[in-house]
Nanobody, 117 residues
Framework: QVRLVESGGGLVQPGGSLRLSCAAS????????MGWYRQAPGKERELVAT???????NYADSVKGRFTISGVNTKKTIYLQMNSLKPEDTAVYYC???????????WGQGTQVTVSS
């Protein structure tokens, strides 16, 4: 199994920054990609950004130019640097790991990000 633990959420004012971290443990050799998803109240979970083990990144249009995903492949730790935060970025952010071998998605417990003045 894969265990994902997020940290770094909190309350920030509009225009501010936060950095989320996700540490993976367990059978992490199975992971081909990791990423961040978010879910706002009353909305479905949506992709924010992903990064593959080769370093290829992908972003939702709503966060391009503001968020940056990065990863430390050997430690299976990823980060999400969030700049110029907006109230609409408020959500629970979930770390995700994907294994092409098993077709499985693994999820962390989530961390709350609130952007408000």
């Amino acid at each position: 199994q894969v265990r994902l633990v997020e940290s770094g959420g909190g309350l920030v004012q509009p225009g501010g920054s936060l950095r989320l971290s996700c540490a993976a443990s367990g059978t992490i050799y199975r992971l081909n990609a990791m990423g961040w998803y978010r879910q706002a109240p009353g909305k479905e979970r949506e992709l924010v950004a992903t990064i593959t083990i080769t370093g290829t990144t992908n972003y939702a249009d709503s966060v391009k130019g503001r968020f940056t995903i990065s990863g430390v492949n050997t430690k299976k730790t990823i980060y999400l640097q969030m700049n110029s935060l907006k109230p609409e970025d408020t959500a629970v952010y979930y770390c995700n790991g994907y294994s092409a071998l098993t077709g499985s998605h693994y999820w962390g417990q989530g961390t709350q990000v609130t952007v408000s003045s």
